[in-house]
């Protein structure tokens, strides 16, 4: 079933209702900023429910979700091995404060995926484990620099909070007021894909440098990926340095591989950090690394970390079904057809359009940056056409494809889009360009 090429109006009138209350209920009537659509100029839609790979609004509106819940989704909404784990976990108890075996099961499957993982601690959110992950580096070196990439973002903790791509690109606050400039002056940053740099920045800081933090595909101001021989060395100037290497896999892990994008590409981190897919959709993340690192946390060693929620019985549930339907499938052989066949045909239609993109994808994360160069990093993504995105996004919303609100978001596939929703998207990609060809 192919979208005709002017889609029935769609009214968004409970939707615009709804945001208007919760407008006077929280700021920006949102709980994370990206959500509120401003930088596509419009209000966003209140979803009401979603199924597979797609998502109802409050006006009974119905989208192919490629925002996936910002990556946590692979399997798509409410998949049946997961809500199944989760109702029989909830009715044992939602939160308990002791120890369950829940939390060895996870522990267990996430130290078997990831090699580098000898030991894990579960936390609530993404931000908690970069957070943790630097506090434990800092810790174990004796030093207290950090590298950072320009447009690569680890959460909202204070001291990540720089250059930090993605909701602060797009609202143009690229470092928050409220953070002191002495936290973020232990933070030093270079270009992704820039060893160069990255080398620099040792010789000018010998011996003080705890570790390099990075996303090893970048997600979080598109999708880039990083160039042939970049992440290898980046394993070695941190060799070269007594520095450690942590891997943001956050959005990466489980998402490229199973095994996260150091499986995808062969490099061992020092420090991991997960989360999304981890909990199964619901609030959880992680980090770990090598036993004599992971040793040095509260309570084996002196590094505290805590967390009242951490390790909670139903994201454990989420996670650990999550987990289990994805290993030892075909998932992502599945994902890496569907995702190619989308990216194809979005090249396809852009060119048809005569719109210069370049669409970037590393597995199921996937993005179209208006732009007619390949992206390698932060600056280069900031020289896209945001009025040609923008224009190119509502088309699609009036299609009925959700894309996340931002050119500078990466776009989810999930094991639920099946060939005819690659193809619907596709042929509402054919409008959508020709939408973005009139603003470019
Ligand atoms: C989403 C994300 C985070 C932050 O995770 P939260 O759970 O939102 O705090 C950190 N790093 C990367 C790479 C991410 O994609």
Redesign the pocket.
């Known amino acids: 079933m192919a979208t005709q090429e002017s889609p029935s109006p769609r009214s968004y009138a409970r939707s615009t209702e709804v945001f208007a209350r919760a407008r006077d209920l929280m700021p920006g009537g949102v709980n ?1 900023p990206v959500r509120a659509y401003k930088a596509v100029g419009r209000d966003p839609v209140v979803v009401r429910q979603g199924k597979g790979c797609r998502v109802t609004d409050v006006d009974g509106n119905e989208y192919i979700d490629y925002v996936g819940s ?2 946590p989704l692979i399997l798509g909404h409410c998949p049946a091995q997961v809500t199944v784990a989760l109702s029989k976990a909830v009715a044992k108890g939602t939160s308990f404060g002791m120890p369950t075996e829940a939390e060895n099961a996870l522990a267990e499957m996430v130290i078997a995926a990831v090699p580098s993982i000898e030991l894990v601690r579960f936390v609530n ?6 957070m943790s992950a630097i506090r434990l580096a800092r810790a174990a070196t004796s030093r207290d620099l950090i590298i950072k990439c320009t447009g ?5 903790s204070d001291s990540l909070l720089v250059q930090a791509g ?1 909701g602060a690109t797009t609202l143009g606050t690229p470092s928050s007021p409220g953070i002191p400039p002495s936290v973020t002056s232990h933070t030093i940053l270079v270009p992704y894909n820039d060893l160069a740099a990255t080398a620099q920045a040792f010789g000018s800081f010998p011996g003080k440098i705890a570790a390099i933090l990075i ?1 090893p595909i970048a ?2 101001m598109g999708c880039v990926p990083p160039q042939t021989g970049y992440l290898q060395g980046l394993r070695e100037l941190c060799d070269r340095h007594g520095a450690l290497l942590i891997f ?5 892990g489980f998402r490229v591989a199973y095994g996260g994008a150091q499986q995808l590409y062969g490099i061992r981190p020092d420090l991991t ?1 997960l ?2 897919i981890v909990g199964g959709g619901l ?1 959880c ?1 992680a980090y770990g690394g090598r036993q004599d690192l992971m040793r040095k946390m509260a309570p084996d060693g002196p590094v505290y970390q805590a967390g009242t929620l951490s390790g909670n019985p139903l994201a454990m549930a989420a996670g650990l079904a999550m987990l289990q339907s994805l290993k030892d499938s075909v998932a992502y052989q599945t994902l890496e057809q569907s995702s190619a066949l989308l990216a194809e045909g979005l090249t396809q239609a852009a060119a048809k359009a005569k719109v210069p993109v370049s669409c970037q994808r590393v597995g199921s994360m996937i993005c179209v940056f208006f732009s007619p160069k390949p992206i390698a990093n932060y600056e280069q993504a900031l020289s896209c056409d945001t009025k040609a995105f923008t224009a190119f996004f509502n088309t699609m919303l009036a299609h009925g494809v959700m894309l996340p609100p931002s050119q500078y978001e990466t776009w989810f596939v999930s094991l639920a889009h099946d060939a005819q929703a690659i193809a619907q998207t596709i042929a509402a990609a054919a409008a959508a360009f020709q939408a973005a060809a009139k603003k470019h």
């Open positions: 994370s910002y990556g959110s993404g931000t908690e484990a970069t690569c973002y680890h959460g909202h993605s996303e997600g979080n943001d896999e956050v959005m990466t950090c989360g999304k609030p993340a």
